[in-house]
């Protein structure tokens, strides 16, 4: 094996591996979506950075930043109809129980969505796999 092989292997390997570029950002990027949990302000913080991101990391750690992308428009365009439902639910004088009852399982809905995403995506970056499929809406598989 010449040293020109091993070179070669070895950028293949730094690719792939903990070192690949934008793998810290894809982990803190996770870290903000989960912390949103919390308080709502890390999301788009969090979107903001995957977003700057994405065109400077290894392409398997961009599947992962293009997945959280994803996700924050994803929940942008979900809360948006949830939000839009739920005025036409009151312009309509449907009984307040509805409404928070639709509120709620709305909520819960995306948190479980949210949350399983997020737990996908941690695991298979911790494992140095990218996404299979960013473009998805459920899961990346």
């Not at 509120?103 to 796999?129: D, E, P, Q």
Request: proline share 4%; hydrophobic share 50%.
């Amino acid at each position: 094996m010449s040293t020109v092989d091993s070179v070669e292997a070895r950028a293949a390997f730094a690719q792939t591996g903990k070192d690949s570029p934008g793998r810290g950002t894809a982990v803190i990027v996770y870290g903000l979506y989960l912390g949103a949990i919390m308080s709502v302000v890390t999301l788009p913080l969090g979107a903001l950075v995957a977003h700057y991101r994405l065109a400077r990391s290894a392409p398997w750690v961009s599947s992962h930043l293009r997945f959280q992308v994803r996700t924050f428009w994803w929940m942008v365009a979900a809360s948006a109809a949830a939000v839009g439902l739920w005025q036409l639910l009151g312009i309509l004088s449907i009984s307040p129980l509805v409404a928070w009852t639709f509120g709620y399982l709305y909520i819960t809905a995306m948190l479980v969505w949210f949350v399983a995403r997020c737990g996908v995506g941690i695991a298979r970056l911790t494992s140095n796999r990218p996404i299979d499929r960013p473009e998805s809406l459920l899961f990346g598989k």
